[in-house]
């Protein structure tokens, strides 16, 4: 009965999101960065409730245990939220998704097709802990016109509550709908949510590898967002700068190693490897990195044994599998076989070489002579990211306010019907206009 | 025992595709417009085999006593096979999906990022009947460089077979590895493929909407590409133009009742019903349509009375369900509450009402005063077509090539570390160069 009763009441609320989500969709450009402008004021003016709900949150994960790394995600000072809030009115800045004309096309005299884009709708955001993401994905929400269904953990509960009852705040002093975004606060309304495919348009999992992986298996009618591994490789080739090699390969492992877009398995041409590795071994020694080598790289110097299960393998540590390959069509075999088609970097001074590895890596980002870190949206210039999707489908690699828009075919006639064309007697011109 | 063989060589035969799809990925323009020129020609030399193979399935067919329509799509004869042929030739000749550079950008001094358009892999194909789409499917797989397992309902199965195979010997008469096609022949083989995620990444269903939604329930790592519903509205506003209204209502209904894109249901403004409705009954009676209306409605001549269940219903026939509606806002709604996002058009001389009937409803094709039916590939000037896919997320509507590919980001630099970037040593530049 209670379970009965909850879907009701997640169904209501979900319809009221859309339905503040259609009019949101209605709101021009300026509207929609007045919205943000609103919700931020509305932070700095209530901050001090969300640090305090904040307090509340960190007190009793505390009590219960949560590990250090997990409770200094959860925390949520005065300092975070500042940058938080420096981080909403840089998404207010950015250019708007919303209204490009995409296509613009005459189909036949006074037949004219456009296809523009729109808001998806509603969009539900999935977090395993971090409440400030929260307040990231809620800006990017509404500056793309589309409403947003939050689930924060259970642990960051309070500060979430807080977060969006502040947020519905500032948008009341503005054009678009409070009603465009809403807090769930169970599990079992997650899972609820995944089944409401006429409500919600995409889902956005935030979180661990697993946690991405067990709301993808349960949502099979919404399309999810999202990145599973990331199984990065880079490949030393033979003609290289083997300094320059070092200094990328050290900074792809070492510059973050909890990111999904560090490598986890250096490749290393047979012909290179006695002078690479001697120095490489060196520097990733120094730098705190445990290598598991092949054989011929132990032969080299790499001190721990790879077992079959370390090619293909997320360390997400200061780890990395060593392996010393015949050539750069081993290497391409190897991504093949164990990579995630997330990012994979080739180090060469052979533009051949490169120019093979660009073409037939088929992973969301191939890079040459760069380090693996660079996949990123900030970095890639999209000012704000939704995460990075390996999905092969588009949206893909690292997804801005692109990624939470779609597009609609607007065909407008004088009376055009099909008929004509299918029995010959009109014809389609199917010619291209301006598309600005 | 068996189902362990059966997927373990299932397994096997999707990497040999999957192997064929990455040579055919380095494939050039011509190679693959050369490839399908090789698959037109074995068609012409072997169709002979391939309408026999065809009789040996009507014959079965007809003994078990295959309903008359299934009997017709699975017919395939010479002039059938011809169409298929030049329809092939015609997928030849569109334009190539593959290499279009979408985004070219300097990150940082000698940090070039590109996005480029890619083969999306391997697409999953599942057919209900119709061994016609094998050849259509199979040209559009190799023209946007992807390989393809295909699977054909097991009426066809023969002449499914006959088609592959001849395909194929085609195909060893180009630079594509004819490895690129294979087909299923199991209803059990179609299930594990779509637990395959490594190895196939798009699913299309072809057939009716219960076997798509059937494929989409099942697929939850694979993405699925199609449509379920198709109901469609058409809005007759207040200001009018009622001969043309009816000529574009009519079209919408009768010129092909059993595709997706016909009308279901006709909204009437209350101010303009009495002036549309009669001359409208009329039309569509002499056409054979069974009207089913509100009250309003059926006391301006509709002769069948309306239940709640024929709004939103698809009934992919000469029924239509009217309604007389309050005003433009409550078509709106009405639209909101029981369209499937496909196509909703509108017939009004009011711009004001057409431009808020455009940027309000949320479905893949909005139109103003032509026939619903135009939403189609073809007539968008696509030159082919996946399918139609009701989605929200990118690709929607009528999908083309386009709908086939994918993109790569490709950064290449000289030694580029994230680390100088991150402590504020080096900043990026983010200028966007030229994309062509």
Known sequence: MSTINSSAELLHRAQRVRRGALALAQCSDVQRITALEAMAKALENHGDAIVVANKVDQDAAAREGLAAPLLARLKLDGAKLAGCIQ??????????????????????????????????????????????????????????????????????????????????????????????????????????????????????????????????????????????????????????????????ALDAKTQYPAACNTIETLLVHRHVARHFLPPAIQAFTAAGVTLRGDEQAMALGVPEAATPEDWGHEYLDLILAVRVVEDLEAALEHIRRHGSRHTDVICTDDEAAATRFLNTVDSAGVFHNC?????????????????????????????????LVTYRYRLRGHGHTVAPFACGDQRFSHRDLPET
């Not at 900030?378 to 997804?399: C, D, H, K, L, N």
């Open 87 to 248: 981080g909403l009115r840089e998404v207010a800045a950015l250019p708007d998704p919303i209204g490009h004309r995409q296509m613009h096309r005459e189909l036949a005299a006074g037949l004219r097709l456009e296809r523009v884009t729109v808001p998806l709708g509603v969009l539900g955001v999935i977090f395993e802990s971090r409440p400030d993401a929260v307040i990231q994905i809620a800006a990017l929400a509404i500056r793309s016109g589309n409403g947003a269904i939050l689930k924060g953990g259970r642990e960051a509960l309070n500060t979430c509550q807080a977060i969006v009852t502040v947020l519905q705040e500032g948008l009341t002093n503005s054009a678009v709908d409070p009603d465009s975004l809403d807090l769930l606060t169970s599990r079992e309304e997650t899972m609820a949510l995944l089944q409401l495919d006429d409500l919600v348009d995409l889902i956005v999992p935030r979180g661990s590898n697993d946690f991405v992986r067990h709301i993808q298996e349960r949502s099979n009618r919404i399309p999810v967002l999202g990145h599973a591994d990331g199984v990065c490789h880079l490949y030393v080739d033979q003609r290289v700068n083997i300094d320059m090699a070092i200094a990328v």
């Open 371 to 403: 380090s693996s870190r660079f996949a990123d949206g900030f970095r890639y210039g999209f000012g704000a990211e939704v995460g990075i999707s390996t999905q092969t489908m588009p949206p893909r690699g690292p997804v801005g306010l692109e990624g």
